[in-house]
């Protein structure tokens, strides 16, 4: 288990010791040079692990706070100066995934045996108040960016200066066509009245009339589309994917878990392609997915679905 620093209990990693095995971290530490990247690294849940099991680890992350976080954890597990030949060993950046190679080739970290990608939000941003992620804090401004330094657009920009047609686009990568068009008119309606600032204004919005799964909270699908859209996820996903396969090498792994169908449909893609053009093994035919007792007492990873590929 990570360090019992109490950061666990705010973000629990999803499906690790599943990840661990993907990686196969621990068959090729007593190698020394074994090289892995957290494209995701978030507070460094899965990074401490490998770094703890020898592996040598780039962790990228979008957040600096997260960043900083996880530094301070990896820090503990394997210090720079630790004499034990069986810890790895870490490089932390801020950047984004969508610059992976140009990243890992500044690291040297450009011929790896595995590649993480733990996607979406943890759950300690979700629990950042200032970042209007999540639907309980109605006095939040919306704002949603994974990263305050790089990305000037916010959530409330968004829901400001799109038209019509472009908000239907938005909602629709989360939503049937239908609730988005409603929405979407609902929000240009609203906004003639008064600016759409906080997590509250958007939930006035939304109304359980939005509702379009029975089981979800009506708010979950119009957030998450605005998150996605924020951060340009689907797109970010979509350029590092190519990029984490030509950083592997042959028999290297990228193991990739989703929390959407968006994110598991690109991957899933991705994954076929690369098989179909010889250049990937599709190692597993179906996702793997968290145990019952995980979902029992970390319920993030209930939506969570996990795919590996391993390179020709
Ligand atoms: C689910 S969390 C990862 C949690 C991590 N595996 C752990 O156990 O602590 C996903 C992280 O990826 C980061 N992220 C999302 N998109 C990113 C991108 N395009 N580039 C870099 N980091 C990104 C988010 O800020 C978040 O911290």
């Known amino acids: 288990m990570p360090g019992q620093d109490g950061l666990e209990k705010i973000h629990e990693p999803v499906l690790l010791g599943e990840v661990v095995d993907a990686l196969r971290v621990k068959d090729l530490a007593h190698l020394k040079k074994a090289h892995f990247i957290d494209a995701t690294l978030g507070l460094g849940g899965h990074s401490l692990e490998i770094c703890k099991a020898g592996g040598n680890v780039l962790g990228i992350e979008a957040d600096e706070e997260s960043l900083e976080i996880a530094r301070k954890r990896l820090m503990k597990v394997c210090p720079p100066t630790f004499s034990s030949h069986e810890r790895g060993s870490f490089t932390l950046v801020h950047g984004n995934f969508r610059d992976l190679k140009e990243i890992a080739l500044k690291e040297r970290f450009d011929r790896v045996d595995g590649i993480l990608f733990d996607l979406g939000i943890s759950s300690y941003q979700l629990a950042t108040k200032v970042k209007g992620f999540s639907f309980q804090d109605l006095d939040a401004y919306l704002d949603m960016r994974f990263d305050r330094i790089s990305q000037e657009v916010t959530a409330q920009d968004l829901l400001k200066v799109l038209n019509v047609g472009q908000l239907i686009e938005l909602f629709r990568v989360t939503m049937p066509k239908g609730v988005a068009r409603a929405l979407s008119k609902r929000i240009v309606e609203a906004r003639k009245i008064r600016e ?34 924020v951060n340009s996820e689907l797109d ?16 290297g792994r990228l193991v990739v878990i989703s929390f959407h169908s968006g994110e598991d449909g690109l991957v899933k893609n991705f994954f076929k392609e690369s098989q179909d053009s010889e250049r990937g093994l599709i190692i597993t035919k179906k996702p793997i997915f968290p145990e019952k007792k995980e979902i029992a007492t970390n319920p993030r990873a209930r939506s969570a679905k996990m795919r590996i590929l391993q390179k020709k």
């Open 196 to 229: 759409i600032k906080t997590v509250g204004d958007f939930l006035e919005i939304i109304k359980p009339k939005f509702r379009s799964k029975p089981k979800l909270n009506p708010s979950t699908l119009p957030f998450l589309a605005l998150r996605i859209a």
């Open 236 to 251: 970010n996903l979509r350029q590092a994917l190519p990029q984490a396969l030509e950083l592997l090498k042959a028999g």
